[in-house]
């Protein structure tokens, strides 16, 4: 089988066994994997034992999982199941096991040209002009979203949080997706359903099935035939309904409002909610059955807090389509800090509409700057406080009014001071020092003055 010319870089020296070196360098160069140490490509790692060491490599190799890496057992029964688990959870991309070079590399080979594909895809202009972001867990789930759209034909369940991006993620999956002939995207916002009219929007009905039917009409799924439908917020859906989509999906036919005759429909199913469709399963508002049917694949997608590396990328991606010239402009630091601290309840929604109100007050080709923040959206930094203020200076003249001399006032701001500075340190005479700006040892010398002085006084 050829390699098509992939790349990889090659760890095996945790293998002391040198003719398998020899063996499994030779079966993948015959297959036309260039092995190097180019570390932009993806990494074999192979292995005689799993050790701490070991998974210290992958940990390295993958970048925590930024990168892919394969994983080989020189031989069967070198690892358990559970070290394979943590195999990945260290940040392997697979694990095999070396069962010799006729088999063995063919699984090699396709994994490593399936990785180099959806790693193309991912950074295509088609994904990364309308899913911005480079953070791990975000890079994660473009792999995933990618693969299973452009390699597979599984209906899809997306999960995530409000404003974190189902629906650009299902109009992802439908334009990756490779079937001939593809037919058109056609979504359904179950939240704008009405309930009476619901069975209408995605079955379609006959003249003269309901009050207000005056003409037949196609639904949902008939207008995806050959597509995708997508049914947005699907955890809204009546159950009764529920039960006649499980048909359509199961055996694509379906029967309009009014009419005894079956009609058929092929599409692709994708389906977002912000729900625990668990928890409704248990509370008898989700059909088990239909949630089997629609999340052959699940995708969750993180919430912005779970991503705040992308915040800045977010960032310039919707000032270059909010400005009228679509220039890429800076950012400030004030302003790049605030933008990375804000907590987003909304998501990347709410980024996007905090961007485009900034866009709006920017003016030039300048950076962005604090100025053009909204003012409900800028944190309060109080002022710092003038000193001597008006109440100290008061203080003063009440003391040279009643005729106290400019050495007694001082004595008594330095005695006021270091009490005031204990008081708020709780005692702690290192953190009362710290404050006043003096040495542990002076600040115990002048407290033990200011004893022994009230000690004659008495």
């Not at 058929?264 to 989700?286: I, K, P």
């Not at 005729?403 to 001071?417: C, N, P, Q």
Request: hydrophobic share 40%.
């Amino acid at each position: 089988m050829s390699g098509d010319g992939i790349d990889v870089w090659l760890d095996v020296d945790g293998v002391t066994d040198r003719a398998w070196r020899g063996e499994f360098t030779r079966a993948l160069e015959n297959a036309g994997v260039r092995v190097g140490r180019g570390r932009d490509s993806p990494a074999l790692v192979a292995f005689e034992a799993v050790s701490p060491g070991l998974y210290q490599v992958v940990r390295e190799s993958s970048r925590s999982g930024a990168e892919r890496v394969l994983a080989v057992a020189v031989r069967p029964g070198v690892l358990d199941s559970g070290e394979t688990w943590r195999l990945l959870t260290a940040g392997a991309s697979d694990v095999l096991v070396w069962s010799g070079p006729d088999v063995s590399v063919s699984g090699i080979v396709q994994r490593l040209r399936r990785w180099r594909n959806v790693d193309r895809l991912v950074s295509s202009a088609l994904v990364r002009d309308n899913l911005v972001g480079e953070s791990r867990a975000w890079r994660a789930v473009l792999r995933d979203v990618v693969e299973v759209a452009a390699f597979t034909d599984l209906s899809v369940l997306i999960t995530g949080e409000s404003g974190t991006g189902k629906e650009l993620v299902a109009r992802l999956i439908h334009s990756l997706d490779r079937r001939p002939g593809k037919g058109e995207l056609v979504l359904v916002d179950c939240t704008t359903v009405v309930p009476s009219l619901a069975a209408s929007e995605l079955f379609g009905h006959e003249k003269g099935a309901f009050t207000g039917a005056t003409t037949a009409r196609d639904g949902a799924c008939a207008l995806a035939d050959g597509g995708t439908l997508f049914l947005d917020e699907v955890g809204e859906l009546p159950v009764d309904l529920q039960a006649e989509l499980l048909r359509v999906v199961q055996e694509g036919a379906y029967k309009r409002v009014g009419s005894n005759t079956w009609r058929y429909s092929s599409f692709r199913l994708v389906c977002a909610t912000n729900r625990d469709l668990w928890a409704e399963q248990a509370n008898g508002r989700f059909r088990k059955d239909f949630y089997h049917r629609i999340a052959a694949w699940c995708c969750h997608l993180p919430s912005l807090r779970d991503r705040r590396a992308d915040v800045v990328p977010l960032t310039a991606h919707f000032l270059r389509r909010a400005l009228p010239t679509g220039q890429l402009v800076e950012i400030d630091p004030a302003v790049r800090e605030l933008l990375t601290a804000r907590d987003y309840p909304g998501n990347v929604r709410e980024l996007r509409q905090l961007v485009f109100q900034i866009a709006r007050r920017h003016v030039g080709t300048g950076p962005v700057t604090a100025g053009e923040v909204p003012p409900g959206e800028r944190p309060v930094e109080p002022l710092p406080q003038e000193w001597p203020d008006a109440d100290f200076e008061e203080s003063i003249g009440r003391a040279l009014a009643a005729g106290v001399g400019l050495k007694d006032i001082g004595t008594v701001a330095r005695e006021t001071a270091v009490a005031l500075a204990l008081r708020e340190a709780g005692g702690n005479l290192q953190q009362a020092a710290r404050a006043l700006g003096v040495t542990d040892r002076a600040l115990q010398l002048r407290r033990a003055g200011a004893v022994e002085g009230a000690a004659r006084e008495t």
